[in-house]
């Protein structure tokens, strides 16, 4: 039975606080979905166009892709305020790949990406405390302060590139790994579509085909590759077709249940020994390519509108949720706030604790290693490495 | 010290045809082993010993090897170990390191170093940098080895030395044995080491045979990484070399033995880190310096000591400038006059020394 109990509050100046507890019977546990169906590329069956979404899982796919929403917006602000220098791509408005492909396969699974990283940085596992202290060059980032925007790492999750194109054949390599040491897992390799042009990402295509190996390849096509529209760098655009022999399909990148149901059509095809496969997420960005790129002296700003107007993934999943009865607006309000805080707190911290000693120069050069000197800028000047 | 003998080179005869070698039979005292069967047999003994290592290039599995280096490999472990790769430098390398980082042990072969410029971008920015970048949150273990430098003939896309390129790096650790003793102990050191290391063989030493003491035909065999060896011991100059010049510095020695000059031959086996301290050491002794390689002069190993000696307590000692012997500063001719004449000959680094010495 559904219970509504109206707390009144009076307060000493008189104002009065309407607080609503309503227990979550009111709500639903799931609900069944439709999805885009996916453009096919050598493949008879695509994923199925229906998906179930439990209460659970929504939130927790609400709370990740508005977390890492948030910390991009908060990295955007201390990148103005110049604590944040260098190289910051901000991966805002393409939530819904980082968090829909997490949500398709396991963590004992494997990922790498190219320099729009911090999603999935998140999403592999990492605090936002230390992504955004990374961010800052601190000693508490992810990377000791040494990395930067584009060099993070944990568990299972091999960065972080900077290297356009690059992170395509390590991913693959970490695959072939993943064959190696037959524990069926597999590896998502992520690029974009201005990598997608890159020479050894056709390399790694065909010695993943031809060893079989378990590769997801992953093209983020958020329509630029920096200020170059697809149209003006590709000959084709039809990324997912561009594995020639490798399978494709092509995936609403906006929308966090299908890219998760593709990726678990995906990655039950590459594990158990068919070979790679590559899926085209169709995606976009709100920033510009880098803090340095405002993004709009190459698409318009109605553009831009648009996409946050009609596909912007945080509200398509919230509106699904709420006219579903799966959440409520008190619900979805309070993790915003949680999620606010969070980040705060994380920018606090990230402003707040020291820059790496400068003990720590010359360390982490060799693993496992004696000690050893380093010259330093004058031949007077002798630091120390230790592993 | 041992005692070398190179066919060869010096076209004596008496020594015994190199003997062919079997795995895993047990050997005499002291044996006469070519550079190429010391790499495979130390590449042997790693696969054995460690499951993550396997080994990656073109033609390395079906043909042999394309200079025969990993003979016998593939029959011996098989596809998953030994894995023949298209002709995809880059690609071959990144897939290479990926798997490095995921915690395979690879040994990525070129077929000649020169085609690792494709790959160039993977072994400093994806290898050497890692460890750094993340903090020490990755590491990567992984070889890259190959025929370095100048081969007869191959002229000027083939014949490129390039320790002096990775030499530059940090990060990598870079190897450049000469003898069969170097080639063994050394790569397997790099096998076993947790980093990325850049192992500069060349085609011109893998025929040749050298004596392998008893000790270097165990299987833990190591030679460490980072120590130069004084292959001759002198007191009037020292030369310091790496890979097969090595074998001029010796002989020149000798020439200049008959005229009462004893020189002290350094080997410096590894390229980074250097062994400044054996150098310095020698130099304090002999008073005069002459490094001598293959590679061009401008930005080389020979610029590298020769700073480092003015930087450093070596200085004070010196009887005279130090000075480099280097291959010419020109891309690599074919026609075997001009060749002859683009690296340095035994003739080239006796009149150096005798230069140095004014006599």
């Not at chain 1, 990148?79 to 949500?103: N, T």
């Not at chain 1, 068919?274 to 553009?303: A, F, N, W």
């Not at chain 2, 005292?29 to 990656?56: G, N």
């Amino acid at each position: 039975m559904p219970i509504n109990v109206f707390i009144i509050i009076r307060k000493s100046q008189g104002s009065r606080v309407v607080v609503s507890a309503r227990s979550f019977a009111d709500l639903t546990p799931q609900a069944s979905f439709d999805i885009k169906r996916c453009d096919l590329h050598r493949l008879d069956e695509g994923p199925s166009v229906q998906t179930v979404l439990t209460r659970e899982d929504g939130l927790r796919y609400y709370r990740t892709m508005q977390t890492v929403r948030r910390m991009e917006l908060k990295a955007d602000q201390l990148y103005k305020q110049k604590i944040i220098r260098g190289f910051c791509h901000l991966y805002d408005g393409q939530e819904a790949c980082a968090v829909g492909i997490e949500a398709g396969i396991n963590p004992t699974d494997h990922l790498i990406t190219a320099y729009r990283v911090h999603g999935y940085t998140y999403t592999r596992g990492v605090s936002v405390k230390e992504i955004l202290a990374e961010l800052t060059g601190r000693k508490g980032g992810i990377a000791k302060g040494k990395g930067g925007s584009m060099h993070m790492y944990a568990k299972n999750f091999y960065g972080g590139n900077g290297i356009v194109g690059a992170q395509v054949p390590l991913g693959a390599g970490v695959a072939l790994a993943c064959q190696y040491q037959a524990k069926n897992e597999v590896c998502v390799t992520l690029y974009g579509d201005g990598a997608a042009n890159q020479g050894q990402i056709f390399e790694a295509f065909n010695m993943a085909a031809l060893w079989k190996l378990p590769c997801i390849f992953i093209c983020e096509n958020n329509k630029y590759g920096m200020g170059t529209s697809v149209e003006r760098a590709s000959a084709s655009t039809d990324y997912y077709k561009r594995g020639d022999y490798i399978p494709g399909l092509r995936v609403d990148g906006m929308d966090v249940l299908s890219v998760r149901e593709a990726t678990r059509f995906a990655a039950d095809y590459c594990r158990y020994g068919k070979g790679p496969i590559l899926m085209e997420l169709q995606t976009y960005r709100y920033h510009g390519h880098s803090m340095s790129d405002p993004g709009v002296s190459y698409r318009t700003r109605d553009e831009i509108q648009e996409v946050r107007g009609k596909s912007d993934p945080i509200t398509m999943l919230k509106d699904r949720m709420i006219s579903n009865n799966m959440a409520s607006l008190e619900e979805i309000k309070d993790i915003d706030a949680e999620i606010r805080k969070e980040i705060e707190e994380a920018a606090q911290f990230a402003t707040s604790d020291p820059e790496p000693p400068l003990e720590d120069l010359c360390n982490h050069i060799f693993f496992n290693d004696t000690p050893f000197e380093v010259r330093g800028t004058s031949p007077w000047v002798k630091l120390k490495s230790i592993s | 010290m041992a005692y070398l003998r190179s066919i060869l080179r010096s076209g004596k005869n008496g020594v015994p045809a190199v003997l062919r070698r079997e795995f895993h039979r047990t050997l005499p005292a002291a044996m006469q082993v070519t550079v190429r069967d010391a790499i495979k047999e130390a590449m042997d003994e790693e696969l054995e010993r460690d499951e993550r290592v396997f080994l990656l290039g073109e033609e390395v599995a079906l043909f042999e090897g394309a200079y025969k280096v990993t003979r016998g490999l593939w029959k011996k472990y098989g596809d998953k170990r030994i894995i023949d790769t298209p002709i995809a430098e880059i690609g071959f390398t990144g897939i290479a390191v990926g798997a490095a980082m995921a915690g395979l042990r690879p040994v990525v072969e070129y077929m000649s170093f020169n085609f690792s410029m494709q790959s160039v971008d993977h072994i400093i920015n994806s290898a050497a940098k890692t460890y750094y970048m993340s903090g020490g949150l990755q590491p990567v273990s992984i070889v890259f080895r190959g025929p370095n430098g100048a081969a007869p003939g191959v002229a000027a896309q083939h014949a490129q030395c390039f320790a002096a390129w990775y030499g530059h790096v940090p990060g990598l650790k870079v190897v450049s044995p000469w003898s069969a003793e170097d080639a063994k102990g050394l790569l397997k050191s790099a096998i076993r080491d947790d980093n990325p290391v850049v192992f500069l063989e060349n085609e011109i030493m893998y025929s040749v045979p050298f004596e392998m003491s008893e000790e270097s035909q165990s299987k833990d065999f190591l030679i460490p990484i980072g120590k130069a060896k004084i292959e001759r011991k002198g007191n009037h100059v020292t030369l310091v070399s790496h890979s097969h010049v090595v074998s001029r510095c010796m002989d020149a020695a000798a020439v200049l033995a008959k005229d009462g000059i004893e020189c002290e031959v350094i080997n410096l086996r590894t390229i980074r880190p250097m062994d400044m301290e054996a150098i310095e050491t020698s130099v304090m002794k002999t008073k005069h310096l002459i490094t001598v390689e293959g590679g061009w002069p401008q930005f080389g190993v020979g610029g590298e000591i020769l700073a480092r000696i003015m930087e450093g307590p070596g200085f004070g000692y010196l009887n005279a400038p130090a000075v480099r012997v280097t291959g010419v500063d020109i891309p690599m001719p074919y026609a075997k006059l001009l060749e002859e004449n683009t690296l340095p000959q035994i003739k080239d680094i006796v009149f150096s020394v005798k230069k140095m010495l004014n006599v």
